[in-house]
């Protein structure tokens, strides 16, 4: 799998919203065009993104182990792994191809920086990653290995997953960190403001981290994340905010930009993309 450096894919991370939302009427008493401004975001990535990646390794907010763990099905099936939806939302599909081989290499790059990992043919891919693919590539047509987070979700731990990966870049493979930036769905659902102050401190303390002017300073700021304003109120337990830390690790000197910004029910939400 070889690539010339000028081709090298960008490293993403990218908001997924709220179980099949793109696929559903939004529920009474919420907006309309709800999700309207983050769906037409995933589908300019597909639009947009030249040369097309040979495949993605999608790192999702929804699988963790033990260690790094890599979806290795040649046909993966899906995970639905939501709850409460209606019930044409339990039979989408997404009719994309593994790669044992990328899964394979992430082992081999993982393994020559001393990082355990492991494999899984059985799981599906959670909603995390054929949600929002189903938008950016709706053909099925870019084959796609989903990553674990590892358990603890140490940040500087994933920082350096990410820098592992790194070489996959020139190699044709889309790495993308999938999450949201804010995920405190008490407080989002509540619509009521609460939390708007804090997640908008949160959302701007995050485009500074991720558009720091190096990377050493970017990741610095990123391992202390919990450190930030108003960073326990947008995220109370991290596992939507960690996704970003692989891409941002997998950008090596590359500066990030904010792709993606909007106020869903009052909340500052953002995406990055870097290179």
């Not at 799998?1 to 919420?30: E, K, W």
């Not at 975001?41 to 890599?70: M, Q």
Request: with cysteine; net charge negative; charged share 20%.
């Amino acid at each position: 799998m070889s690539q010339a450096s000028n081709n090298r894919m960008p490293t993403l991370y990218i908001p997924h919203g709220g179980g099949p939302c793109f696929f559903m009427d939004v529920p009474p008493g919420m907006p309309a065009d709800m999700w309207d401004r983050m769906e037409e975001h995933l589908r300019n990535i597909g639009r947009s993104l030249e040369p097309r990646p040979k495949a993605a390794l999608v790192i999702s907010a929804h699988w963790e182990a033990p260690h790094p763990t890599l979806n290795t099905a040649r046909q993966p099936s899906l995970l639905f792994d939501y709850y409460g939806f209606p019930e044409h939302t339990y039979h989408l599909s997404y009719p994309v191809s593994g790669s044992p081989e990328l899964a394979a290499r992430v082992r081999e790059l993982l393994a020559e920086a001393g990082i355990e990992s492991g494999s899984n043919e059985q799981r599906g891919l959670d909603h995390g990653v054929f949600v929002p693919f189903k938008v950016i590539y709706p053909n099925a047509d870019i084959p796609i290995v989903e990553m674990s987070l590892r358990h603890g979700l140490d940040p500087a731990e994933h920082l350096a997953i990410g820098r592992t990966l790194a070489p996959l870049r020139d190699e044709g493979v889309l790495i993308v960190g999938s999450g949201m930036s804010f995920h405190n769905l008490r407080t989002l659902l509540a619509g009521d403001g609460r939390d708007d102050d804090t997640a908008e401190a949160f959302d701007a303390w995050l485009d500074d981290a991720v558009t720091a002017p190096d990377a050493q300073t970017r990741n610095k700021l990123l391992a202390a994340w919990s450190e930030a304003p108003g960073a326990r109120a947008s995220h109370p337990r991290e596992e939507h905010l960690l996704p970003l830390m692989v891409a941002a690790g997998a950008a090596g000197e590359d500066r990030g930009r904010r792709s993606y910004s909007e106020k869903l029910l009052g909340k500052a939400l953002s995406g990055f993309q870097f290179g």
